[in-house]
């Protein structure tokens, strides 16, 4: 039967990252594709504690709860949102399943058929393929290392009057890129010049590996007016609890929340009352330290392994923070068509082809180093040196 | 600042059920509003021990899941859709965040603006909503105590082509209602020879105060093509897990994977774990039998008050299972307007006007017997018969 789906299906892709998981996981291939933290770190004493404390708190915990979430979890997270420099509020604060899900609310909020986003080139596939699916236009702001250009950025909010600019200013993904406070300061001026709001996506804020602070871009927008920022559990304490939130302006959280209803009436509100106890009775900043000091050890086991490779053929940086290192070989390097021979090789990656937002740099390509252990790194990097070494001299 | 929302955002409307929820849980109400299970039977014992059990199971049940779910669960459910004759497979089957998820999935790839959707009148009011936020028109079928006439479905088939059909055929919400066997049999036909799809919403189905069996419309699909089925844990096990699931055709259901990747990479795969251990370790059927022998007990106190009013002004059938009473005052009765006097007297109700999908009768509403105690239901619905006499010999 011809199932005749809506138009928007036609937009809709499946993750290649997702999929090129689903492969490798049956094989002995150390992978550095998927965005995955360490297992080995996982608190799992403190979240088992957690949920006996939900379960201890009675029979109503495992009641229907509010859409916006669990209260004193929503209460908690204003904590960490003064830390950061962010004004925002109960009422100005969603609570969600992961942060994709923000990504998902606020494009069905916002967007439509034709609709422009404005995005850094490469960045996060998976909100991509959000923006797509309501067939909203892409389009990529012209930048460099320091973030988007700002000449650009106003040409094209004047031009193209987009709905929202969608951005990963700390430790972004693919490329583990770091803003620069100016350049952080002048979106927001830009923001409320031109009347765009902004989605600020900060996964990763927390794993720093430097000394420096990284204010986000919602703590420049003194007005509360413009700038939505999301970040989640997933990557701080564990993504099985899959919850995010997201803050900003109340009229824009409102929609959110009511869109929210209709999708799925709230997200598990044992998994969100478990956090609440998190957050109160465990040292999740020491929690925290360790991830930062763990996962640097683990980039620089990969970096060592890189600086192997003839740098005038591959170029890449040393990430400040985060979860990824971002490749780009050789102009004759096809990352995607190699991928077959690493896999055969047993190591995986991403080829970067579908981070992209115009034409995809090929010789590009994604590595994750905070999910497998330093001995994988160096078996999977040793593998993966060679299969790249030997293709650079066919 | 205007934040100029999609079109889509003009069609939302909150939910009328959770507004006054909002307020009642303020006051000393005794409220018959909501569509709550009772905390009362709450397996908490069971619930938690399950969680023990995942945290037992190692860090890794921390991680990050697939899309579709954790497969040992979507395998347990193959075992309840067998039970009740649906041809299934780990395939077919999608595990959701409740099944308010599958709703907006199923509507999410399948409904453009001026699709239609055929259903019943009244029906679930957070359905009508959701295929409303994508812009489908939705058309009413005429129908009696059996289910739809299916004259008009076929007839509203034929000259609307809708996109499918949406469905509570087992103690449905809000009218308590059954579909005969002949009904769910016909539906099928026309959903073959008109090539329409139909959406068999079944939450209460396992709430049976009766000794017959209600065999799903999804059974009687024997090429797999048309029928979806969906249920949740929330009436059986708990809420706050938020755990539904979809098994319907390989390409609709794969379809509805790729938007949930879009939309929240998965659900808790912890609460989806957890639920496994439950289905595997606990007695659910038992537990179900409480629940049946319980509510059935609550439903009974309230009817014993209902049968205190007048039977010429006030109409009402005893439900043979779920969650609810409907009751059809008489006409000059405003529900609406008198629930701001039932909430004065300490009890409220939802009036049926949002049910609705075409004119509303204004004289309708719905009470739940399954959240309050018996105490509660005796005392909530002493204060009801007064308002309800009161009103009608003004």
Known sequence: ?????????????????????????????ISFAGGLPSDDFFPIEAVQSAYEKVFASGRSSLQYGLTEGFTPLREAIQTVMTKKGITSTVEKTLLTTGSQQVIDLFSRIMLAEGDVVLTEDPTYLAALQVFRSYGAKV?????????????????????????????????????AKIWST???????????????????????????????????????????????YTSTFSKTVVPGLRTGWVTGPDEVIAMMSQAK?????????????????????????SHIETLRKEYYIRMTIMRDFLNKLDRGLF??????????????GDEKLDATSLLGEAVKNGV???????FYVNEPKLNTFRLNFSHSTPDNIKLGMDRLVSVLTRQVTV
């Not at 040409?155 to 972004?172: A, D, L, N, W």
């Not at 830009?190 to 919602?218: K, M, R, S």
């Not at 170029?315 to 780009?328: A, L, T």
């Open 315 to 328: 170029k890449w940086k040393e990430p400040k923070g985060g979860m990824f290192m971002w490749i780009e």
């Open 1 to 29: 039967m011809d199932y005749s789906f809506s138009e928007q299906t036609k937009h809709f892709k499946s993750s290649a990252v997702r999929d090129i998981l689903s492969v490798i996981q049956q094989g002995n291939v």
């Open 182 to 228: 100016e350049r952080r300061q002048k979106l927001v001026e830009l923001c409320y010049q031109y009347h765009v709001l902004t989605l600020e996506d900060d996964p990763y804020g927390e794993l720093n590996f430097t000394n420096d602070t990284f204010e986000p871009i919602a703590s420049f927008d003194e007005k509360g007016s413009h700038i939505l």
């Open 261 to 285: 209803q209709m999708t799925d009436l709230h997200s598990s509100s044992i998994d969100q009352q478990a956090l609440f106890y998190i957050m109160r009775d465990f040292d999740l900043q």
């Open 348 to 354: 995986a990656y991403v080829p970067g082809t579908p």
């Open 139 to 175: 389009i990529a702001v012209k930048g460099d290392e320091n973030g988007m250009d700002p000449h650009d950025l106003e040409e094209k909010m004047r031009v193209y009057q987009p709905k929202f600019v969608y951005i990963v200013p700390t430790f972004s993904n693919p490329e």
